[in-house]
């Protein structure tokens, strides 16, 4: 140690007495107030997903049975674990479902044809991908008439109490590891580091406190991660922990979850700082050179971990911005264990690092650790409020959702409390300065005692981790924009004694199903060939056709993301011969909501903790900079370098996008004609009959243009129609429409081949 070592004294004058009992409290007060932060930050955190869109809606009176049940989530679900049960008021299981193979985030359930009359229950089980949080809740539905003495139940909030444990044990021995390493490298080694020392450059005595620190929370840590998957495989699987681990049921959730694939990547990581630590306990002797590299890459090691907790967080199901969520949240983590953790392993190595000293050479010591760590903390704060700003804004929509949710009311109660707990810290920062802080002595006055009021800081500090805790646990608001749907559309067409009823759901743009009932005389139709394709008109563009499967009870059901923008759409039904045809108007209002545009609150929050990081970056970029030979050729080139390059990606960026455009309006440009016929069974039927008394085609020509309709365009055809194709003659005596019956008619040789009609 840089410090001399005289013999150990108490202070002699009463300044240095007060600043002795000063430091004495403070550090008192600090470490009570870590340890709550870091025992009561890893408070767990309630399921966030929430369902996005349901049909039917919860309660809703139908004057039939919907053919399936289907309930869209914020987030996707781990399809192994999530299902659903539809049960009659009876109790009798009536249809099961699970997760879409076509949409992760969507639970669905064939329901049979004929349901009679009465109250139907959905129990929903769903655990979701980001952060393997279960929830149950129940919907309800009636088909007839609303049936009295039947409820469906909300989800439970209730936190589960091994999860409060491992969530606990984990995150706080991560913190500590990560402010254990950073204090090491960024505080002590610059405050006390000595060449004297071969092993870390800090006394043995100090080096055998932080190795302690270290092993303690390795420990802890690897305790957690074995508590964290015991737990969740307990909860996807619904068994106990005995179970869990003689069926080796934590082996499935760690290989075949998404919880799993964090679980593996934070044991390794954790894995990789003990190997680093135990190599630098095992080489301290032979190359004691080695301790400080092998403690900086645990540093960067531990952020990693700290990461893994991020890509699980509430951010990962946030609809704004999610990656951008995971960084913030992420820097926040980061923040928080610089600050809480690093203040953690301060005050439990401060008393053995000062212990030889006494008198002014103990304050100077001190002080040379606190003024640098008090740098580090001040910056770390700062990224915690702008952080946790743009966090709190992913989740408040509105003002009353912070006035009438149980989630902004903790929010707004932790506000509270921080104001509280920033303006006592002011005075003390102010007590301590007082010749910077002259004016405010009237203030400052009331706490140069300082222990009433660290004891009130201590309180306040409590209660602020606890509100901490409780925001944590609660629901976050369900937006605005996930609780109003439009009706999906549904059609029925009647062709012969055929009929042909289409739903579509949600129907907008993204993924849509395709629930297609057929009847004939009143009865289900069994065995038949259903096909469906998606056309849009106005690009004269067409999807394929596609085989919908029978769901039983002339049900059949498909399912695509043919629709990828708002306009008018066709829907095309082949039923072994017979055409039904649809026609919609697609709004993007009825599209399921996954996420949402930033705000300018959203965008503000967002610029704060941009700054903030900047700051943070500030001393280091000025230290590359003062290191920089600013000539003015370097300065020329450099500029010119920059400008240079920034032209070079924004022209290529432009010529790509230009060109991705021109390919595009090459390979599908728009209709200079557009069909306006709907290409049902009467227009084929007049096509038909028009076509055979007025083209005449045939031959090998014809079967060529029939060879050709998967790529070749209405309007193509049209022309054809209009003015013949090779050797095919034009269909004389037509009209606009009739040649548009009779382009569709020959386009329904592309799924139907060559038969003869």
Same mark, same amino acid.
């Given at each position: ?255 075949? +979850?998404? =919880? !799993? ?6 044991? %390794? /990581?954790? @894995?990789?700082?003990?190997? #680093?630590?135990? &190599? ?124 009438? +949710?149980? =989630? !902004? ?6 506000? %509270? /409390?921080? @104001?509280?707990?920033?303006? #006592?810290?002011? &005075? ?143 829907? #095309? ?185």
């Amino acid at each position: 140690m840089k410090f001399p070592l005289p013999p150990r004294s108490r202070p002699t004058t009463a300044s240095g007495w007060i600043k002795h009992r000063v430091g004495t409290r403070y550090s008192v007060s600090l470490q009570a107030f870590l340890l709550l932060l870091i025992l009561l930050s890893a408070a767990p955190a309630a399921a966030h997903g929430y369902i996005v869109r349901a049909i039917p809606d919860d309660r809703a009176v139908l004057e039939r049975a919907p053919t399936r049940l289907q309930y869209w989530f914020s987030e996707s679900l781990e399809p192994d674990f999530s299902s659903m049960t539809v049960r009659d008021q009876a109790g009798n299981t009536v249809a099961t479902g699970g997760v879409s193979g076509d949409n992760a985030a969507l639970l669905s359930a064939r329901l049979p044809s004929n349901l009679p009359d009465g109250a139907y229950v959905a129990e929903l089980r769903v655990a979701f991908a980001s952060d393997g949080h279960v929830i149950t809740e129940t919907r309800l539905f009636f088909v007839g008439a609303e049936v009295g003495g039947v409820e469906s139940a909300p989800a439970a909030q209730a936190a589960n109490a091994l999860e409060v444990v491992w969530r606990a044990l984990l995150l706080s021995a991560a913190l500590l590891l990560l402010g254990t390493f950073s204090l090491y490298v960024l505080v002590l080694l610059p405050a006390w580091g000595n060449p004297a020392h071969a092993a870390g450059l800090l006394p043995p005595r100090v080096m055998r406190r932080l190795s302690a620190i270290i092993a303690a929370a390795l420990v802890v840590a690897f305790a957690g991660s074995v508590i964290a998957i015991i737990q969740q495989a307990m909860v996807l699987f619904n068994a106990g922990p005995g179970q869990v681990i003689a069926q080796n049921l934590w082996s499935i959730v760690r290989a075949g +979850t998404r =919880f !799993g694939d964090l679980w593996t990547a934070r044991v %390794l /990581l954790l @894995a990789l700082v003990a190997a #680093l630590y135990g &190599a630098s306990l095992y080489f301290r002797q032979e190359q004691p050179g080695l301790v400080h590299p092998f403690w900086t890459a645990s540093a960067w090691a531990m952020a990693l971990v700290i990461g893994t907790f991020s890509a699980g967080s509430h951010a990962a199901g946030s609809p704004l911005l999610p990656w951008v969520g995971i960084v913030v949240d992420w820097a926040h983590a980061l923040a928080v264990g610089l600050w809480a953790g690093g203040l953690a392993a301060l005050v439990l190595v401060l008393p053995v690092a000062l212990q030889p000293y006494s008198g002014d050479t103990r304050r100077t010591a001190l002080l040379a650790a606190l003024t640098r760590f008090s740098r580090l903390a001040a910056v770390c704060v700062v990224i915690v409020v702008t952080t946790g700003i743009y966090s709190s804004l992913n989740w408040i929509y509105t003002p009353s959702d912070i006035t009438q +949710t149980p =989630f !902004g009311g903790a929010l707004a109660f932790k506000l %509270l /409390l921080v @104001a509280g707990l920033l303006l #006592l810290a002011l &005075a003390h920062h102010a007590a301590l300065r007082p010749e910077r802080f002259a004016r405010w002595q009237a203030v400052v006055g009331r706490v140069q005692t300082f222990l009433p009021t660290l004891r009130l800081e201590a309180v306040l500090a409590l209660l602020v981790v606890g509100a901490a805790g409780l925001l944590s646990a609660t629901p976050v608001p369900v937006p605005p924009f996930a609780q109003d749907a439009l009706p999906p559309p549904t059609g029925t067409q009647t062709v012969g004694d055929t009929h042909v009823t289409l739903t579509m759901t949600p129907g907008g743009p993204g993924v849509n199903t395709y629930d297609v009932t057929v009847t004939r005389g009143g009865q289900p139709v069994e065995n038949a060939a259903v096909r469906l394709r998606l056309a849009n008109p106005a690009r004269d563009w067409r999807g394929a056709w596609e085989t919908a499967e029978s769901a039983g009870g002339g049900l059949y059901v498909a399912a695509n993301a043919d629709i990828d923008r708002a306009g008018d759409w066709w829907a #095309l039904v082949n039923v072994d011969n017979t055409r039904a045809a649809f026609a919609w108007t697609i709004s993007d209002d009825a599209a399921v909501p996954q996420w949402r545009n930033p705000g300018l609150l959203n965008l503000l929050a967002l610029a704060g903790v941009i700054v903030a990081l900047a700051w943070a970056v500030y001393p280091l970029a000025r230290r590359v900079y003062r290191r920089l030979d600013l000539n003015p050729a370097n300065v020329t080139i450099a500029i010119g370098a920059v400008v240079a390059t920034t032209l070079f990606i924004v022209i290529g960026v432009v010529v790509i996008q230009t060109t991705q455009a021109q390919y595009d309006a090459t390979l599908n440009p728009l209709p200079a004609v557009v069909n306006p016929v709907l290409p049902d069974t009467a227009s084929l039927e007049r096509g038909q009959a028009l076509f055979k008394a007025s083209c005449g085609w045939q031959g090998s020509d014809w079967m060529a243009l029939v060879e050709r309709l998967p790529r070749t365009r209405d309007e193509a055809l049209y022309a054809a129609v209009r003015d013949g194709w090779r050797t095919l003659p034009p269909c004389a005596g037509l009209d606009d429409r009739q040649r548009w019956d009779v382009m569709n008619y020959v386009r329904s040789y592309e799924e139907r081949g060559m038969r003869d009609e």
